[in-house]
């Protein structure tokens, strides 16, 4: 995973979507090509990590992983970002401006993507996020194949507070516009879920609970199925965990080899 070829990006633009969150789109270097659900290690000079008094916390590039959010298919490539307060990459991430530089490890990584699955064949197919876990899911559903070879695609988004439930018009807005290009489109059940508050359309316990008591199967018309059932994960480390251990007691199996029903990153 070496980051010495990495080559140079430009901040194009950044939106804050609360005080921990935020996301921003930069250049894409021509040549570079990923699979819809893949992460990129991005990389920042020593001269924009600097600590509180000042000094430079390092004296190289720091390189850390984010999962992409745009479509293979964009010109643009854009990330969705946490602040992690005393984190020495994010903790300056977050003061980017446009125009800012930024480097990229030309050569995506990871195995979340669609492809993966080869048994069972794709039918229904869960996308199950919490924060910015959200972001590989973004990539997939930019993605024209997406909408044609699923009948139903679930995406199942968890956030502690509302402020913090990040891209709900543009996913609206994918549903909308490739639903248009296609005659027969997948169905997506996009359900928003807020932990820490009570808020009107949104289901309120986290997702392992969720699953283990059917609300969530029952709030959207669908069953998991061993023989039809894709699930992806991405999120915080324990919903990944207890969520996995949910689905394989109701029959699920991991992904392993291109056969099975789960499929997690692991590059927290």
Not at 152 to 171: H, M, Q
Request: aromatic share 10%; glycine share 6%.
């Amino acid at each position: 995973m070496s980051d010495e070829k990495a080559v140079a990006l430009t901040v194009l633009s950044k939106t804050v979507w609360s005080d921990n969150l935020f996301s921003f789109t930069t250049t894409r270097p021509d040549g570079f090509r990923f699979e819809a659900g893949q992460f990129a290690r991005l990389g920042m000079n020593p001269s924009q990590l600097v600590a509180n008094q000042g000094k430079a916390i390092c004296d190289e590039r720091i390189f850390r992983a984010y999962s992409i959010a745009s479509s293979p298919y964009d010109e643009h490539l854009e990330f969705f970002s946490v602040v992690v307060p005393d984190g020495a990459f994010t903790s300056q991430l977050q003061h980017l401006q446009v125009g800012d530089p930024l480097y990229l490890n030309p050569e995506p990584f990871g195995f979340l993507t669609l492809s993966r699955y080869q048994e069972p064949s794709p039918n229904d197919l869960w996308l199950l996020a919490t924060g910015t876990g959200l972001a590989p899911f973004l990539s997939m559903l930019g993605d024209l194949d997406t909408w044609q070879n699923y009948t139903d695609i679930v995406l199942a988004y968890s956030a502690r507070t509302e402020t913090e439930l990040a891209y709900v018009d543009k996913i609206k807005a994918l549903h909308e516009q490739f639903a248009n290009l296609i005659d027969n489109p997948a169905r997506l059940h996009f359900v928003p879920i807020i932990t820490r508050q009570a808020v009107e359309g949104c289901l309120h316990h986290r997702i392992p609970a969720l699953i283990d008591s059917n609300q969530l199967q029952t709030h959207i018309g669908l069953t998991l199925n061993p023989a039809t059932s894709h699930v992806m994960l991405c999120g915080n480390p324990q919903m990944v965990d207890d969520t996995k251990e949910t689905l394989k007691n109701q029959g699920l199996t991991m992904n392993r080899r291109g056969v099975g029903n789960i499929a997690v990153e692991n590059y927290w």
